[in-house]
């Protein structure tokens, strides 16, 4: 069958169609499609987890898929137990963070009415008045918060259904993969499925241990300050650090306001300085090495990519959009026609040595 060859500006012009066609079914489904790209990552995840049990203990294809899944569930548990435990100690200084508060506030009063002449009694109205709206929005406040925790209680049920249904069916959607697919094509197929299970893999594996070393290190610098709830605010930052861009800030705030609670604003300076420096230390040395060696995309597509998944997905699609802008590198690398579109997702290589020639070569004419 003879292929038919479109100009450049038809084929870059299908490909973007094709991007954004996706990306709105995608918004359109999200309900569907977000929980099931989660449980695809998971399922990538476990999955040699799952082969081991199969083909070594010989459990059932569904025994080894629960028990692969319940491993994980029992590790994120443990996580929210002890974060839930250090919480309800810190729920006992609550006494003290109110006396902190009330004693900023009288500072920062005194304040504005000293530097902008603003009279104590103006500054009251203003506060009661915006009491008076908070406490009128606080029915809409608290459904919303009760529709939000339902929301992620039947995601996260969502998450275990799939993944254990991707674990389980793993072998009839490679099948169909390659069912669509002429035997052209089937060595290019694996490949790319073999490529994007590792990179899945090695950047799942290197976001965790990035996250136990940054959690650690901020243990230790939190234990030499001489603050309370050392591991709660080293778990905090080293979870939160992975929410890329925002988390780092959130896991600031949140230190320096529990620090100030239980301290003194002395001490929560030296805490946000400690999260800076370790932050900065984690993004230039750490994540390129431990984390961006394995996804191979450049800082520009990155952020971009962040920002797209944020807007789609809000902060799931932030967690989302690195390893699916990995697994799009390895397809765009992979078939004929999409290479450019890889070149442009990754990284800046060495110039080959023969478009370095054929550059001396050119600088040679233009010399004589």
């Not at 990538?44 to 692969?68: D, G, H, Q, V, Y």
């Not at 959130?250 to 301290?263: E, N, Q």
Request: charged share 15%; glycine share 6%.
């Amino acid at each position: 069958m003879r292929e038919i060859k479109f100009p450049v500006y038809a084929r870059i012009a299908l490909v973007l169609i094709i991007l954004l066609a996706g990306g709105y079914i995608c918004v359109i489904g999200e309900r569907v499609v977000v929980p099931l790209l989660f449980s695809f990552l998971f399922a990538i995840l476990l999955l040699p987890f799952a082969n081991f049990l199969e083909n070594k203990a010989r459990l059932s294809r569904t025994l080894s898929s629960i028990i692969a899944i319940t491993v994980l569930l029992i590790i994120i548990s443990a996580v929210i137990y002890v974060l839930g435990a250090q919480i309800t100690d810190l729920s006992s200084e609550w006494p003290l963070l109110k006396q902190q508060i009330v004693t900023l506030f009288h500072n920062l009063q005194t304040w504005l009415a000293t530097t902008f002449r603003l009279k104590l009694e103006k500054q009251t109205t203003y506060i009661n008045d915006a009491t008076a709206k908070l406490m009128d929005s606080s029915g809409v406040i608290l459904q919303t918060t009760l529709l939000s925790l339902s929301s992620i209680l039947l995601f996260l049920v969502f998450v275990f259904i799939y993944t254990i249904l991707l674990l389980f069916y793993r072998r009839i959607l490679m099948r169909f993969v390659v069912a669509l697919c002429t035997e052209k094509y089937i060595s290019i197929i694996y490949d790319i499925l073999t490529n994007i299970k590792q990179i899945i893999r090695s950047y799942i594996s290197g976001l965790f241990l990035e996250a136990v070393i940054v959690a650690a290190v901020s243990c230790l610098v939190f234990l030499l300050l001489g603050i309370k709830y050392v591991i709660l605010l080293g778990l905090l930052v080293g979870i939160l650090n992975v929410i890329p861009y925002i988390g780092i800030f959130t896991a600031l705030i949140l230190s320096v306001l529990i620090t100030f609670a239980t301290y003194d604003g002395r001490h929560a300076l030296f805490v946000a300085i400690a999260v800076i420096v370790i932050h900065l230390i984690d993004s230039n040395f750490l994540m390129p090495k431990i984390v961006g060696s394995k996804v191979q995309l450049n800082p520009l597509i990155v952020i971009i990519g962040v920002i797209i998944g944020e807007m789609m997905f809000g902060i799931s699609g932030m967690f989302l959009s690195i390893p699916f802008l990995a697994i799009a590198k390895v397809i765009f690398d992979r078939v004929d026609g999409l290479q450019p579109w890889g070149i442009l997702l990754g990284e800046e290589e060495e110039t080959p040595q023969k478009v370095k020639r054929i550059v001396r070569k050119i600088k040679k004419k233009e010399s004589q």
